[in-house]
């Protein structure tokens, strides 16, 4: 009985000591990097390069935009670079790691994270895309089934592109496309599935709550998955408008009515220690090259 | 065994076998990296939730402004207690054509442990896109619960077939050849002697399948859609409180949401789990 | 009585049909991989499929010779750290546990198994990377190594695929020691064996194919999962030789880019799903094989 005890309570202490240990070392840990990051930046460190996955419409806009191809067009992003298909993974990896690089969607930049760096100068803010200053950006595509005959669908399209709809689309950080007429919908009853792209589904969200205000009769079921299952979906029929955040392939296309409804800045992220405020493009495009690998040598 | 064995004892028992001593450390060592483990991670999601949970968090009604949690907690509930109606019954009937029934050196007794083994190994997210194209295409269900729960039936099968058939084996011959001897059948013998004293092993694989249904996100993604609301019949479309989570934290948007989420499934677990031992003392009472 | 020998055949019956549903599953599910990877293996070239070292399949390069080379690498990397502390936690609580600690170590246990991926691998980019990190500088200071690697790494992947498979392990293991007669254990101890030597010696032989049918749902569990290990493991789809460095696995293959894939991309990873499929089966054959070899010793 006593060995049972004593192990007891040699297995409970020994517990807390190692909880407390492992609390102890890491704190310790995030403190001790917090503190020399700010004096101990070390230039000569490699970068870490992450990126977006192959056929990802943020990656496809960002090699595209910054020329990481070869001369037949082909993404030429380096072997070496981390791969992540997820907006958060990318921004928590960036702010845990000072030498990291990386880009994510404007609308979902948390600057108490990480640092968006500005592109020959110009700072990735929704003006400086409209007056074209900042060049980095991608549209939000929606599309339907050619010959759609759901009443709610297509009066929900129409609110999309009407003032009221484009004006949520800016409220949420995004770049309105049109300067359409107000909304004259004459609400009808019914429901509608829409569905895609994760990167659209946030303003899309908003646009549906937005819609419901207006036509309180419809109701509109939305779906999160990525931009090749909203294309496939609305070609099947499983939903009635289909979202992408790139544009529409051509076998697509030849099937379904593709509307661009936002345009979506690409920010280029930076650890907040990174001294860095400001790449060139030719910078951006040699670091995902990977002929660029420590960031003394840019 | 060891009650009356003193402090004493055991030290010059281990004395002498030194290497006892040590398998004895690594032991203790590992229980206690295990416990650990836990509880950091459990700390880690208690510290970085707790004081993200809201009132707001648990509207009826989910918008984009409070990212409530209760439509994901019904739609976790309903898809929990919809596999296992569908696995439990296959799992456990299975495990008893396995042990009671079948013959030893049988054929298809191996085939069977095979698919069984292949079934446990396969990816979740293959199953999610083997559940879209079978369940959600072919079969024309859509985006549903019940295209959802047949994929989560077909991936804790396995699960529940090892632990009930492995329950089974360790129930004694004695009990059987004792029911048969006082004039049972063999069906009656294996519902009313070996099946009850087998309970608790069946439980645990049950906990084990729980677990797996309120934790998996791939293979639901491409079965049960992502509507954030409670779908009005078991043919609609409905996302799970991990799914819910995955859909948070994937834009970054909403990151404190998220470890509330987690949180919340945190307690859901604890209730499932306290809910089955309480269950698993009535039935082994009875 | 006539009905009740009835009964009794129609159950059995029953029980036979239930039995069938996994092996009918298991079709099912290879019918449709196959039906959508062969033709996509066929076009690209099985071999270059197989060996090719590059994937770049916006230039219709597929070659997933990394991705296996990561997936087996990972899986081995989980099963080092997972499965000799699950085995010998579950000795523990099978047969050292005070019986006051024992039920709420028990439920933590169960609860291990209820944490979502997800939440594992934020737990990894948070706390685990970082150290990691510093730990491959450390190493890469004193020397030892040429590249201290970021933190995303195979080794990260390792470490938390080894506490995902804990309850798994343990769950099972556990429950395949209890059910071993106590007398084994006793006559054991009365012979003058210690305590540890009738544990290691005598229980755990005779509970072989339950703690075997545990590591092997380890191995399932650690092939299989996606969500936390596409977020710690760098997904870099090219081979290295260091385990401070990131690759990619098969099923991030699958996960990173099903999302917006076409066309034969998308058959490409279909493919890439059998390839796994495949795998799991192999390894499935020589356990069995094992096991038979084992049986008839």
């Known amino acids: 009985m006593k060995m049972k005890k004593f192990i007891a309570v040699l297995t409970v202490a020994g517990m807390m000591a190692v909880t407390a240990a492992g609390c102890g070392s890491d704190s310790g840990s995030t403190a001790a990097a917090a503190t020399d990051s700010g004096s101990s930046w070390d230039a000569a460190s490699a970068i870490t390069v992450v990126s977006r996955e192959e056929g990802s419409g943020t990656r496809g806009a960002f090699t595209e935009l910054f020329g990481v191809v070869d001369e037949n067009d082909n993404d030429m992003t380096t072997l070496d670079a981390q791969v992540t298909n997820n907006t958060s993974v990318m921004m928590t990896t960036v702010s845990e790691n000072e030498y990291a690089i990386g880009y994510i969607s404007l609308g979902s930049l948390d600057e108490s994270m990480v640092k968006a760096v500005k592109i020959d100068g110009a700072e990735a803010t929704a003006e400086n895309i409209e007056n074209g200053s900042y060049t980095v950006s991608r549209p939000f595509n929606v599309a339907v089934k050619k010959d759609l005959d759901n009443a709610v669908a297509t009066d929900f399209m129409a609110f999309i592109m009407s003032t009221e709809g484009q004006q949520v689309v800016s409220d949420e950080g995004y770049i309105p496309v049109s300067e359409a007429e107000a909304y004259a919908g004459d609400a009808p009853e019914g429901s509608c599935v829409v569905g895609g792209s994760s990167s659209v589904s946030p303003l899309m969200e908003k646009l549906v709550e937005a819609y419901g205000e207006v036509n309180p009769n419809a109701s509109i079921e939305l779906q999160t998955s990525d931009s090749t299952t909203g294309m496939t979906s609305a070609i099947e029929g499983s939903y009635d408008i289909g979202m992408a955040s790139r544009e529409l392939k051509e076998d697509e296309a030849a099937e379904l009515d593709g509307t661009v409804i936002a345009t979506d800045g690409i920010a280029v992220i930076v650890n907040q220690n990174n001294p860095t405020d400001d790449l060139s493009v030719d910078q951006v495009k040699s670091i995902y090259l990977g002929d660029v690998t420590t960031w003394d040598a840019i | 065994m060891s009650n009356k064995t003193t402090m004493a004892d055991k030290f010059r028992t281990y004395l002498k076998h030194p290497g006892s001593f040590i ?45 409530s949690v209760v439509p994901a907690l019904v739609n976790t509930i309903t898809m929990t207690f919809l596999s296992l109606l569908i696995a439990v019954p296959f799992g456990i009937f299975s495990a008893i054509f396995l042990v009671e029934y079948a013959s030893r050196g049988n054929k298809f007794v191996e085939v069977i442990r095979l698919t069984t083994e292949t079934l446990s190994g396969i990816p979740s997210i293959v199953y999610g896109l083997f559940g879209m194209l079978f369940f959600v295409n072919a079969l024309g269900w859509g985006f549903s619960l019940l295209a959802g729960a047949f994929t989560m039936a077909i991936m804790i099968l396995p699960l529940i077939m090892r632990t009930t058939e492995e329950a089974l084996k360790a129930v004694p011959d004695s009990y059987r050849e004792g029911s048969f001897g006082l004039g049972a059948g063999k069906l009656r013998t294996v519902f009313r002697i070996v099946l009850p004293s087998a309970i608790p092993g069946v439980l645990a694989g049950v906990i084990l399948a729980i677990g797996r249904i309120v934790g998996e996100t791939a293979a639901l993604m491409y079965t049960s859609g992502t509507v954030a609301q409670i779908p009005e019949s078991i043919m609609g479309s409905g996302r799970t409180l991990a799914l819910h989570m995955y859909n948070l934290s994937s834009e970054g948007l909403y990151m404190d949401q998220a470890y509330a989420t987690a949180v919340i499934l945190l307690i859901l677990v604890v209730g499932i789990n306290a809910l089955s031992s309480v269950i698993a003392r009535k039935l082994t009472k009875a | 009585m006539k009905s009740k020998a009835w009964t009794e055949r129609f159950m059995q019956g029953v029980f036979f049909v239930a039995a069938c549903a996994s092996v009918l599953a298991v079709a099912l599910i290879c019918i449709f991989l196959f039906a959508n990877g062969i033709p996509a293996m066929s076009e690209i070239g099985f071999i270059e499929f197989i060996t090719g070292k590059e994937w770049r399949p916006g230039s219709e390069m597929f070659g997933i010779l990394p991705m296996i080379v990561g997936s087996l690498y990972v899986t081995a990397g989980a099963i080092i750290f997972g499965v000799p502390i699950g085995i010998l936690t579950s000795v523990f609580m099978a047969m050292y546990c005070p019986k006051q600690i024992y039920k709420p170590l028990k439920a933590a246990t169960e609860l291990l198994a209820g944490i979502p991926s997800v939440i594992y691998g934020f737990f990894g980019l948070v706390v685990v990377v970082p150290l990691i990190r510093s730990f491959g500088e450390t190493l890469y200071r004193s020397g030892i190594v040429k590249n201290p690697g970021n933190g995303n790494s195979i080794l990260t992947a390792s470490l938390i695929l080894g506490m995902m498979i804990l309850p798994t392990i343990i769950g099972t293991t556990e429950s395949a020691m209890r059910a071993v007669p106590a007398h084994y254990y006793e006559g054991s101890l009365a012979l003058g064996a210690t305590k540890e030597r009738s544990i290691f010696r005598v229980i755990i032989p005779a509970a072989k194919s339950g703690v075997i049918a545990g590591i092997v749902l380890g191995i399932g569990r650690a092939i299989g999962e996606t969500m936390a290990v596409i977020m710690i493991v760098g997904n870099q789809a090219r081979l290295t030789g260091s385990i401070l460095q990131g690759i990619r696995t098969l099923t991030g293959n699958i996960v990173i880019e099903m999302g917006y894939a076409t066309g034969l991309h998308r058959e490409a990873l279909i493919a890439t799903g059998v390839v796994l499929f495949v795998f799991i089966l192999i390894i499935n054959f020589s356990v069995a094989l094992l096991k038979r070899g084992a049986d008839h010793e």
Do not use: K, Q, R
């Open chain 2, 23 to 67: 398998v004895m450390l690594l032991v203790m060592l590992s229980a206690i990296i295990t416990f650990a483990v836990l509880i950091f991670l459990i700390a880690y999601i208690l510290v970085n939730g707790v004081p993200h949970i809201t009132p707001s968090l648990f509207s009826l009604e989910y918008t984009s402004e409070n990212a």
